[in-house]
């Protein structure tokens, strides 16, 4: 499965907006895809995951109600759905895959394959 992330830009504090995963290849109901982002000088940290066939859906304390990753469907593409964004949202935001769910979802390490990242700067 390869990844392709993208979306990313310069939005205004209070601001929105959309990232995208397309992911090639067959993606499963079983499988998860998730986003994580990596501000400078700090360590790549859990943002959101999602297990379709189950409704598993988990999210960082820092984005609960602001934050929205959609189901994947037909299309395998994965969307996260950002409002109210702050400051402290800016970062990269990768996507990222692995074959099924585990209850270390937060951990990097868990996942197989990743995309290349795409940049998300939240500035007036």
């Known amino acids: 499965v390869q990844l392709q992330a993208s979306g990313g830009g310069l939005v205004q504090p209070g601001g929105s907006l959309r990232l995208s995963c397309a992911a090639s290849?067959?993606?499963?109901?079983?499988?998860?895809l998730a986003w994580f982002r990596q501000a400078p000088g700090k360590e790549r940290e859990f943002v959101a995951a999602?297990?379709?066939?189950?409704?598993?859906?988990r999210y960082a304390d820092s984005v609960k109600g602001r934050f929205t990753i959609s189901n994947y469907y037909a299309n395998n593409t994965v969307y996260l759905q950002m409002n109210n964004l702050k400051a402290e949202d800016t970062a990269i935001y990768y996507c990222?895959?692995?074959?099924?769910?585990?209850?270390?979802?937060?951990?990097?390490?868990?996942?197989?394959?990743w995309g290349q990242g795409t940049l998300v700067t939240v500035s007036s």
């Open positions: 990222a895959f692995r074959g099924y769910w585990t209850i270390n979802y937060r951990l990097p390490s868990e996942y197989s394959n």
């Open positions: 290849g067959r993606i499963f109901n079983s499988n998860v």
């Open positions: 999602k297990r379709q066939n189950y409704g598993d859906t």
